[in-house]
């Protein structure tokens, strides 16, 4: 079966950090971009950032530019998404997402995770 798990959501300050995973069963994540996204209550769906297959190019939403990084360890089968600076905005069910490409369409995705700012 193929599966796309995401981890290490939780509840944070603001001003504070988080480390998400994403990891796959049943394909390798190095077959494709994948794109973090994220959702949050009363709000469409967003783009997060993105990681090219390819030659790992990232992309960001301009909002989280400069505090969130995206990269991959092909060896663990893993793309992290490192959140710093996080402001309560930041608050929201977070997904990753196989692509073909980025900034094309999707194919397999997680469960999600909750990432929670408050004080």
């Known amino acids: 079966q193929v599966h796309l798990v995401e981890s290490g959501g939780g509840l944070v300050q603001p001003g504070g950090s988080l480390r998400l995973s994403c990891t796959s069963s049943?394909?390798?994540?190095?077959?494709?971009?994948i794109g973090w996204f994220r959702q949050a209550p009363g709000r469409e769906r967003e783009g997060v950032s993105c990681?090219?297959?390819?030659?790992?190019?990232?992309y960001y939403r301009d909002s989280v530019k400069g505090r969130f990084t995206t990269s991959r360890d092909n060896a663990k089968n893993t793309v992290y998404l490192q959140m710093n600076n996080l402001k309560f905005e930041d608050t929201a069910i977070y997904y990753c997402a196989t692509q073909n490409d980025c900034g094309l369409a999707t194919g397999y995705w997680g469960q999600g995770t909750q990432v929670t700012v408050s004080s």
């Open positions: 990681i090219r297959r390819t030659d790992d190019s990232t």
């Open positions: 049943g394909f390798t994540l190095d077959n494709y971009a």
